[in-house]
């Protein structure tokens, strides 16, 4: 057994290093900067039922140390997912996630029922998109409909099943407890954060929908905070997702508590920091076992 | 594409707000083709946290040149970059302008900064192919921006929005009328400049866009830079910049 093994339900990991939802397409883009079966995994950007052609440009603004993002859900829907995408995803020597969206409840069990016989190793249903205007966060942020969705596409799906959640989430606990409750194996925690920014020269919000979704190293202490507190609670493994731009974030994420990593809008600025980051770990990790430091700070905190 | 780290030779402000960098990199067998775009990592912090979206001004072995206008905080940082500093950029991306035939009459239309990868497109084919030249400024530019398109266009005509350089207007005020003898007409500039163009040409096979947007990564993971298709999203970074007429929706 390798030392970067990590065991999250039912699904074991060469390494903790994934790629988030919405920042490495359907793997295919990153294959010409490396071979991506090096990594933990990846996410795949979310399929709908029908094809989204998501929202009008400007889709992105950056702030400090961060940027904001209202791409909505722009995918081919599960059919073309199925037809010119998942072949490259069923032949990758590497864990395939896939993210489901939807703006109905029926919607995720629809799709999770498409791709029932796709040979991937799980679903993450994203009940925290920002930037739509049905479904998504607005599902992410109801104790009842997380449940809810959990629980039928559970049902439908022999594979593991992950739940997204949304920093907009007032009780990250109780949604937590919900997604257990309902059969889920692990919370993602997060999707980005509802942010605003105002194009001052034109006097007029930057985003044509106001409010879009704000991610980057700037919100890794907010993320820490939740993947802490989640961990005393000890209820299911966490996947951390928040601002990781290097291999010390990634120890962090561990220290704190998150099992796995996921590595979002870093993707952007550094198409090989996936790759970098599982060398690293290698080196760091030449004798000790990764899984006995998932959490360790906690151990560790009366020594402060 | 890779990413190179390049040594600033010089980043020199030309006039107003725009700039000249010219960077020496080793890009060794890496070919470089006009159209295609750098993304350039403006700062080591993560502040600003993207990389800068840039066509290539020209590439003449291992010397790399960009045109850019301070136009936010990014290029305001990247204006105070001094010679011997390191930049990285990760090139060559994106597609590139088809490749001309000799004696081929085209015509280029360049709208301030949209100057820049038809520079490089002229600086390629230097005399080997018939360009005729229209450039337009909102102001005085000086004479080594535009020192390739006087070397080697059969025509050229420069106007600037308040006269202090060339003819005063709009340069598509001055582009011939009858534009069917051109074999294509190559344009870079403000969306409104390049909705105009559309509409006077007929003949819209000929047309030939290199189009700008919002972009994140510059690879194709984001989906930030879209342009509407004809029938789909199409990402400027992935399937462009550079595009034909026929594909992109400019009804607006």
């Known amino acids: 057994m390798s030392n970067l093994e990590v065991k999250v339900g039912s699904l074991t990991f060469k390494n903790p290093i994934l790629l988030a939802s919405g920042t490495c397409g359907f793997g295919r883009e990153l294959m010409d900067y490396y071979d991506i079966n090096i990594l933990g995994g990846i996410v795949t950007k979310s399929i709908t039922l029908k094809p989204r052609k998501g929202n009008p440009p400007p889709r992105i603004w950056e702030s400090y140390a961060g940027i904001l993002n209202s791409i909505g859900l722009e995918n081919p829907g599960v059919e073309k997912f199925i037809e010119e995408e998942s072949p490259f995803l069923e032949n990758l020597n590497t864990h395939v996630i896939v993210s489901i969206a939807g703006e109905k409840e029926e919607e995720y069990c629809e799709v999770a029922k498409e791709i029932k016989d796709l040979k991937i190793s799980g679903i993450e249903l994203n009940l925290s998109c920002p930037n739509v205007d049905e479904g998504g966060m607005l599902f992410g942020i109801d104790l009842e409909t997380v449940k809810e969705i959990t629980r039928k596409v559970v049902d439908i799906s022999d594979k593991p099943v992950w739940v997204k959640l949304t920093p907009q989430a007032i009780d990250i606990l109780g949604l937590t407890k919900a997604v257990k409750d309902s059969g889920g194996e692990a919370v993602v925690a997060f999707n980005t954060f509802l942010g605003l920014a105002i194009d001052w020269r034109k006097r007029k919000p930057a985003f044509k929908r106001i409010f879009a979704g704000y991610s980057g190293p700037a919100v890794k202490p907010l993320v820490l905070r939740q993947v802490w507190e989640l961990y005393e609670e000890n209820i299911l493994p966490i996947i951390g997702c928040g601002g990781v731009t290097s291999f010390s974030d990634v120890m962090e994420f561990i220290l704190a508590g998150a099992s796995l990593v996921e590595i979002g809008s870093a993707n952007f600025r550094d198409p090989w920091i996936g790759m970098k980051s599982v060398q690293e770990l290698e080196s760091y990790f030449e004798t000790e076992k990764l899984i006995d430091l998932i959490g360790f700070a906690h151990k560790n905190k009366e020594e402060v | ?252």
Do not use: W
């Not at chain 2, 972009?215 to 910049?241: F, Q, R, T």
């Open chain 2, 1 to 252: 594409m890779r990413e190179f780290i390049g040594e600033i030779l010089e980043n020199r402000n030309l006039n107003n707000k725009i700039f000249l960098l010219k960077v020496k990199a080793d890009i060794g067998d890496c070919i470089i083709y006009p159209g295609q775009f750098a993304m350039l990592l403006i700062s080591d912090t993560f502040d600003p946290f993207l990389r800068r979206p840039m066509s290539f001004y020209d590439v003449s072995e291992n010397r790399i040149v960009f045109l850019y206008q301070i136009v936010g905080r990014g290029t305001e940082l990247l204006s105070r970059k001094k010679g011997r500093e390191k930049i990285s950029f990760i090139a060559p991306l994106g597609n590139y302008f088809p490749l001309l035939k000799e004696r081929e009459k085209i015509l280029l239309l360049g709208g301030g900064m949209g100057i820049s990868p038809l520079n490089f497109l002229i600086s390629f084919y230097k005399d080997k192919v018939d360009f005729y030249s229209f450039l337009g400024f909102s102001s005085y530019m000086p004479e080594e921006v535009y020192e390739n398109f006087s070397k080697y266009s059969k025509e050229m005509i420069i106007s600037t929005e308040d006269g202090s350089l060339g003819y005063k207007g709009k340069i598509l005020d001055f582009i011939p009328e009858d534009l069917y003898s051109f074999s294509k007409i190559i344009s870079c500039g403000p969306l409104p400049m390049l909705k105009e163009l559309y509409k006077r040409v007929d003949k819209k096979d000929k047309l030939i866009f290199s189009l700008e947007e919002r972009m994140a990564c510059g690879i194709g993971i984001c989906l930030s830079c879209v342009v509407e298709g004809k029938d789909k999203m199409l990402h400027i970074c992935k399937e462009g910049p550079i595009f034909s007429a026929l594909e992109v929706s400019f009804n607006e």
